[in-house]
């Protein structure tokens, strides 16, 4: 478990009023999101964006690893205060607040010699083949319609994070998954499965999906949220959340994370 506090001076013209308490913050590992250096050093968009709120906030974080199920677990709790790219939903609204920094969309990650059976999900849905999925995810409208219908078929295969789904893959415990760029570019490289996978995009007509900073409902009130909110607006027009994103991907992708 990673365990740290992060404190730096404000330089932000929004107003933060930062709690008496440090900010427990979650991460999870998640493509270059987060992950950890050969050296084991700590990672990723999510990591450098949350050193940048510390900064430009003036307020203490105290950050921890977790796994994704766990993190939504400990905010419906009260027992975490924030985490980091998350999707919204009408249950998740009811005990946090979610303010979107980056847009992703999923597509199909499946095996070469498979691909060419899949022009549509309709064409995986009438399959026989298996999909993993990771516990807790959510992917967008139409992949999680397809997601239901297969788990009535048992065909669903669920793992405790995306980088055991990749393996799963890998060992043919599995036939497809989703998965986003910034998440299967990492791991197919990580695994040396470049040449032996194929993306498919089988809703083209979807965009991407919003993916913001989560903050607790027991933690932080809608004023709160406001105040963080604003913070984020002015990472977005000082070019900031753009630096970040360079660090990782080209500039047409952070341009893709950017649409939002």
Same mark, same amino acid.
């Given at each position: 478990m990673l365990s740290q506090c992060l404190a730096f001076a404000t330089n932000a013209a929004a107003a933060?009023?930062? /709690?008496?308490?440090p900010i427990k913050l979650a991460f999870y590992h998640y493509g270059l999101l987060y992950f950890e250096s050969p050296a084991g050093q700590a990672r990723g968009i999510d990591r450098d964006l949350v050193d940048v709120l510390a900064q430009r906030s003036g307020c203490k974080f105290q950050t921890l690893l977790q796994t994704r199920a766990r993190i939504w677990m400990d905010l419906e709790a009260g027992w975490l205060d924030m985490s980091v790219s998350g999707i919204e939903t009408e249950e998740r609204a009811r005990f946090a607040w979610f303010i979107p920094y980056l847009v992703m969309k999923n597509q199909l990650v499946t095996h070469a010699e498979l691909a060419p059976k899949f022009h549509s999900l309709a064409d995986f849905q009438y399959s026989s083949y298996r999909l993993g999925v990771v516990r807790s995810f959510r992917h967008g409208q139409a992949q999680d319609a397809l997601i239901s219908a297969l788990r009535k078929e048992n065909r669903v295969v669920e793992s405790r994070d995306a980088n055991a789904s990749f393996i799963k893959l890998?060992? &043919?415990k599995i036939d497809a998954m989703f998965s986003q760029s910034?998440?299967? $570019?990492?791991?197919l490289k990580d695994l040396n499965l470049s040449a032996d996978m194929r993306v498919?995009?089988? $809703? /083209?007509?979807?965009? &991407?999906?919003p993916h913001g900073l989560i903050l607790s409902k027991q933690r932080?009130? +809608? +004023?709160d949220a406001e105040q963080w909110r604003a913070l984020m607006h002015e990472l977005r027009a000082d070019g900031s959340l753009r630096k970040i994103f360079r660090r990782y991907v080209d500039e047409a992708e952070a341009e893709r994370l950017l649409r939002h």
């Open positions: 933060i009023s930062c /709690p008496d308490k890998h060992e &043919g910034l998440v299967y $570019t990492k791991y498919l995009d089988l $809703t /083209p007509e979807e965009v &991407g999906v932080f009130s +809608a +004023a």
